[in-house]
């Protein structure tokens, strides 16, 4: 699935790319293409990933392209990485984290209320 996010990310690059050329001119339209070829692989990827993983769980890890678009930035463009965009990130890899495990946690949440009401 991460995998997936790391390509579809990585459109917002080419599009930046391609925004530095004339409109419609050749090399414009060549990393437009590259960019929809991209976002077509993602599109089939993400069918498959909604096949095993509930549509809430794989739209909350959709988030973590945030986290590549910075680094993509960085590296691409040599952008800043701020404090605040650390904090973002990490709250979203929380998030992410979080609802990952949501099962389990609930698994041993109604497990314990289980054990209490049974005592």
Do not use: D
């Amino acid at each position: 699935m991460h995998l997936g996010f790391l390509l579809y990310s990585f459109y917002t690059v080419l599009g930046k790319v391609a925004s530095a050329y004339e409109f419609l001119s050749l090399k414009f339209c060549a990393f437009y293409c590259v960019l929809i070829l991209i976002l077509f692989v993602y599109a089939l990827l993400w069918q498959q990933v909604l096949k095993k993983i509930p549509l809430s769980v794989a739209t909350a890890n959709k988030a973590v392209t945030v986290i590549w678009g910075m680094l993509w930035s960085f590296l691409f463009f040599g952008e800043n990485i701020t404090a605040k965009k650390l904090v973002g990130a990490a709250i979203i890899i929380l998030g992410i984290t979080l609802l990952s495990f949501e099962e389990k946690i609930n698994f041993k949440l109604n497990s314990m209320r289980k054990n209490k009401n049974e005592q």
